[in-house]
Structures are given as C-alpha cells and as structure tokens.
C-alpha cells in the first residue's frame, strides 16, 4: 500500500507544474493589458509613461520565458506575489477566504452524500414503482436546471416570500443552507442515478442469489453485498464531485455574497489580477489532485486489484 501511495504522490511535481504552464499561458494569451487594469486600479492616469513603469514594476516588460520563471521559483516558495488591487501578499488573502470556501464545499458534499445513498439504494430496491419515478424525477430536474437559478429561486421561496432565511452573507447554519444545497444540486442527482444503476447491476449477480438462498438476512444483503460491491463507482464519482463542487462554489458564492474564495477569484478576473488567478487556480488544483490521490486510496483499500494493477485479482 505504502509503494502505491508514493507512486501516486510522485506524479503530483509532474500534474502542478504542467498545469502552473497552461495557467500562465491562458492568462498571458487573454486580451486586454494588465498594466493598464493597475493604473486604473491605483487611480493613476494611464499615460505612456505611466504604462512604462508598472509593467517595469509588475515584470511585464521582460520576455514571458523570464516571467515564467521567476513566477514559478517563488511559487515554489510559496511566494506568489502581490495583488495588483490590495497590494497585500496573495497566499495570504487566498488562505483568509478559502475557509470559507472549504466549509461551503464540504457542506454540499455531506448534503450529497447524506441524500443520494439513502435515494440511489432506495430507487434501486423499488424500482419501477413510484418511489423510483419521483427519485428519477428529482435527478433529471437536478441535472437539468443550473445552481445559480436554483440559488435564485430559493432566495425568492426561502427568504422574499416566507422570510425563513436569511438571503446574503456568511453567519451560522442558517446562512450556510440555501448555498449549500444550490451547490450540491448537480451533485446529488448525478450521484443518485449513478448509486441507482450501480445497484441494479450488482442485485443481479450470482453471489447476491446464493446469499439470500443461504437465509442471509436482508439488510445484510443489501448494504454489506450489494452496495458494497457497488462502491467503485460511487467512490469515482466522489471524487469527481469534489473538483466539480469546488469550481461550483465560483458561481454560487457570486449569488449568495458568500465571502469565499471563488467570489474572490471572480472580482479578480475583472480586474485582471494575474498574481491571484494564477495563485487560485493552482491551489484549487493541489486540492483536487489530492482529493482525487484520497479516492485512489480508497480504491486500494476497497479492490486489491487496484494497487496491483489489475493483476492476481480475486475472482
């Protein structure tokens, strides 16, 4: 197990510095000029020799090979610079909003999680009947209708017309809850149907027919053979939703003012805050490269066959 982790940690160096070139790439292929977005930031009348020392100032005027490097030696430091509007060291403000981030994010994972076992399983076992139409129903309306418009709507149901809830911000649990479920909209449907057909593909394998002609309990049969063998899928998809849940939160804190670091990275786009962007995309990614080395994990500890390379398997 110990050689498979390290296996997997030793491609990480590899994933973040590909993906710290395609960020500096994309960024320096946009248009618009970012020293300009500075002055106008900084209040300073954009003359051309205004323009001339912030891009001597931001780096801007040395080839992109240079900048490229220096932003990836102190990258390597931690040190991703300074935000063109605060002027306050980057990590810094990304390490004070992605709390926030994190708490919305796991909220909506445990929501999904919490919901599309019990619903998946449930839909599996009666399905056919109308306990699995209304499961089926609820999951297509959840791929099909967008977070943002169901962030709006509950704000419209939950907070102008019933005044349960408060609309905007970040406070206790009941800020959290209308975001939380917004963003785990998507989420749970997939997971749903994905634990739905999971389940009804394991139900019809032989070792599920020995073990109840064996007088093996139901329930045992359901959680211990059943969804157990059906978990592979299941844990794929986890990881999947952590990345998607993540990205998301871009959107969904935009709706709720929540004081995330999605929200952050957006008003940076605007302001084309290189430093930021650059700063928040690879740490998002560090995140989902680790999330996903977690699902690795599990796959390991769930199916053997996994850490061996799909050689000497159980049968």
């Given at each position: 197990?110990?050689?498979?982790?390290?296996r997997r940690?030793?491609?990480l160096?590899?994933?973040?510095?590909?993906?710290?070139?395609?960020?500096?790439?994309i960024l320096?292929?946009?248009?618009g000029d970012?020293a300009?977005?500075?002055l106008?930031l900084?209040q300073?009348?954009?003359?051309?020799?205004?323009?001339?020392?912030?891009r001597?100032?931001?780096?801007?005027?040395?080839p992109?090979?240079?900048?490229?490097?220096?932003?990836?030696t102190?990258?390597?430091?931690?040190?991703?610079?300074?935000s063109?509007?605060?002027?306050?060291?980057v990590?810094?403000?990304?390490?004070?909003?992605?709390?926030?981030?994190?708490e919305?994010?796991g909220?909506?994972?445990?929501?999904t999680?919490g919901l599309?076992?019990?619903?998946g399983?449930a839909?599996?076992?009666k399905r056919?009947?109308?306990?699995d139409?209304?499961?089926r129903a609820?999951?297509?309306?959840?791929v099909?209708i967008?977070?943002?418009w169901?962030?709006?709507l509950?704000v419209?149901?939950?907070?102008?017309?019933?005044?349960?809830?408060?609309?905007?911000?970040?406070?206790?649990?009941?800020?959290?809850?209308?975001?939380a479920?917004s963003?785990a909209l998507?989420?749970?449907?997939?997971?749903?149907r994905l634990?739905?057909?999971?389940?009804l593909?394991?139900?019809?394998h032989?070792?599920?027919l020995y073990?109840r002609?064996r007088?093996?309990?139901?329930g045992t049969?359901?959680?211990?053979?059943?969804f157990v063998?059906?978990?592979?899928?299941?844990?794929?998809?986890?990881?999947m939703h952590v990345g998607?849940?993540?990205?998301?939160?871009?959107?969904?804190?935009?709706?709720?003012s929540?004081?995330?670091?999605?929200?952050y990275?957006?008003s940076?786009?605007?302001?084309?805050?290189?430093?930021?962007?650059?700063?928040f995309?690879?740490?998002?990614?560090?995140i989902?490269?680790?999330c996903?080395?977690?699902v690795d994990?599990a796959y390991?500890?769930?199916?053997?066959r996994?850490?061996?390379?799909?050689?000497?398997?159980?049968?």
């Amino acid at each position: 197990m110990l050689s498979y982790i390290l296996r997997r940690l030793a491609v990480l160096p590899v994933i973040l510095l590909a993906v710290s070139l395609v960020i500096f790439a994309i960024l320096r292929l946009a248009p618009g000029d970012p020293a300009l977005s500075y002055l106008r930031l900084s209040q300073i009348p954009p003359t051309t020799e205004n323009l001339a020392i912030a891009r001597e100032t931001l780096g801007l005027d040395k080839p992109l090979s240079d900048q490229y490097a220096t932003w990836l030696t102190r990258a390597a430091r931690l040190d991703f610079g300074r935000s063109y509007v605060t002027g306050r060291p980057v990590m810094d403000e990304i390490l004070y909003y992605l709390p926030a981030t994190l708490e919305l994010a796991g909220a909506s994972l445990l929501i999904t999680l919490g919901l599309s076992v019990p619903m998946g399983v449930a839909a599996a076992l009666k399905r056919d009947t109308a306990l699995d139409h209304l499961t089926r129903a609820v999951a297509f309306a959840g791929v099909s209708i967008p977070n943002f418009w169901f962030g709006f709507l509950l704000v419209w149901l939950f907070s102008v017309e019933l005044g349960w809830l408060p609309p905007l911000g970040r406070g206790g649990l009941s800020h959290l809850v209308m975001p939380a479920v917004s963003l785990a909209l998507m989420s749970l449907a997939v997971n749903t149907r994905l634990i739905r057909a999971s389940m009804l593909e394991t139900m019809h394998h032989r070792f599920i027919l020995y073990a109840r002609a064996r007088g093996v309990g139901e329930g045992t049969v359901v959680w211990r053979h059943m969804f157990v063998n059906a978990l592979i899928p299941i844990l794929t998809a986890t990881g999947m939703h952590v990345g998607e849940l993540l990205g998301g939160a871009v959107v969904v804190e935009s709706v709720f003012s929540w004081p995330g670091v999605g929200r952050y990275a957006v008003s940076s786009i605007y302001n084309r805050d290189f430093p930021v962007l650059q700063c928040f995309m690879l740490v998002m990614t560090v995140i989902f490269v680790v999330c996903n080395l977690a699902v690795d994990i599990a796959y390991a500890v769930a199916d053997p066959r996994m850490r061996l390379g799909g050689q000497g398997g159980r049968a």
